[in-house]
T-cell receptor
Framework: DGGITQSPKYLFRKEGQNVTLSCEQN?????MYWYRQDPGQGLRLIYY???????QKGDIAEGYSVSREKKESFPLTVTSAQKNPTAFYLC???????????FGEGSRLTVL | AQSVTQLDSQVPVFEEAPVELRCNYS??????LFWYVQYPNQGLQLLLK??????LVKGINGFEAEFNKSQTSFHLRKPSVHISDTAEYFC?????????????FGTGTRLTIIP
């Protein structure tokens, strides 16, 4: 089935450790996005990428890093510099023709 | 810069009653508008979208929305809700000008259906 796969679904880490969240899509979409969701704050854009080997910062990029080496993959690293990393992270992709976002099931990160 | 406001953080509605979830946007150029639904611990799913053309847009699960340019609104409506409509609903806006690739989301409205 076509779609977006995020892994892991749940992740626990100690403070100060870097964490990488995986996002893979087989929809052949050019654009991919990472959002962070916190209660009462909606979705906030972390990074996005329109083509391979290119990406742009979103509204809350500090403490995060990404790469886009393949069209299908857009991993997100939550670094130790991120002050409040505990959140629900959502990956999405989109075709340029409709701008509709297709979301993964999300990854819930808890930093202890 | 684009922005979107969802004034109601929570909306309780009795089953089979109508509902309206409000969304207002701000932008200096023309926009594309979207409504998404999120069930607990899941990603978001598109309900409907307005790109151009008719201002009344019909989506999945019996929802519809009307684009009102003069009031900069895109309110979501359903004439009769069901228990299964309990979820969080997000309005989103994207400016239509070339080069702006960002979709901005509102803070969400939690719809609770009362049996």
């Amino acid at each position: 089935d076509g779609g977006i796969t995020q892994s892991p679904k749940y992740l626990f880490r100690k403070e100060g450790q870097n964490v990488t969240l995986s996002c893979e899509q087989n929809l052949n979409h050019d654009a991919m996005y990472w959002y962070r969701q916190d209660p009462g704050q909606g979705l906030r854009l972390i990074y996005y990428s329109q083509i391979v080997n290119d990406f742009q910062k979103g509204d809350i990029a500090e403490g995060y890093s990404v790469s886009r080496e393949k069209k299908e993959s857009f991993p997100l690293t939550v670094t130790s510099a991120q002050k409040n990393p505990t959140a629900f992270y959502l990956c999405a992709s989109s075709p340029r023709t409709s701008w509709e976002l297709f979301f993964g099931e999300g990854s819930r990160l808890t930093v202890l | 810069a684009q922005s979107v406001t969802q004034l109601d953080s929570q909306v309780p509605v009795f089953e089979e009653a109508p509902v309206e979830l409000r969304c207002n946007y701000s932008s200096s150029v023309s926009v594309y508008l979207f409504w998404y639904v999120q069930y607990p611990n899941q990603g978001l799913q598109l309900l409907l979208k307005y790109l151009s053309g008719s201002t009344l847009v019909k989506g999945i699960n019996g929802f519809e929305a009307e684009f009102n340019k003069s009031q900069t609104s895109f309110h979501l409506r359903k004439p009769s809700v069901h228990i299964s409509d309990t979820a969080e609903y997000f309005c989103a806006v994207k400016e239509s000008n070339f080069g702006n690739e960002k979709l901005t989301f509102g803070t969400g409205t939690r719809l609770t259906i009362i049996p």
